[in-house]
Nanobody
Framework: QVQLVESGGGLVHTGGSLTLSCVAS????????MGWYRQAPGKQRELVAF???????HYTDPVKGRFTITRDNARNTMYLQMSSLKPEDTAVYYC???????????????WGQGTQVTVSS
């Protein structure tokens, strides 16, 4: 069973920065995709940033230019560097990893437990 453990959330003022970490229980190079999602109170979970095919990074428009997704394969860790934080970035941030397997279930998705990010105005 794959485990993803997030850390790094907290309370910051508007304009502040935080870096989230997601440590996987196995090599992150084995996943077909990895990314960060967030869920604000009363809202649906939304994709924030992810590594797609070939390691190309993608970002949702509201975070472009402010957030950076990176990874350290040797440490089995993915990061989300967040700067110029806004109150609307307040949410629980989740780490996600996906893989296509050769046995059922063929498509597998894993989630961390989430880390709270709160941006005060």
């Amino acid at each position: 069973q794959v485990q993803l453990v997030e850390s790094g959330g907290g309370l910051v003022h508007t304009g502040g920065s935080l870096t989230l970490s997601c440590v996987a229980s196995r090599s992150i190079t084995s996943f077909n995709s990895m990314g960060w999602y967030r869920q604000a109170p009363g809202k649906q979970r939304e994709l924030v940033a992810f590594f797609g095919s070939g390691g190309i990074t993608h970002y949702t428009d509201p975070v472009k230019g402010r957030f950076t997704i990176t990874r350290d394969n040797a440490r089995n860790t993915m990061y989300l560097q967040m700067s110029s934080l806004k109150p609307e970035d307040t949410a629980v941030y989740y780490c996600n990893a996906g893989e296509v397997a050769t046995t059922t279930p063929f498509v597998r998705e894993y989630w961390g437990q989430g880390t709270q990010v709160t941006v005060s105005s």
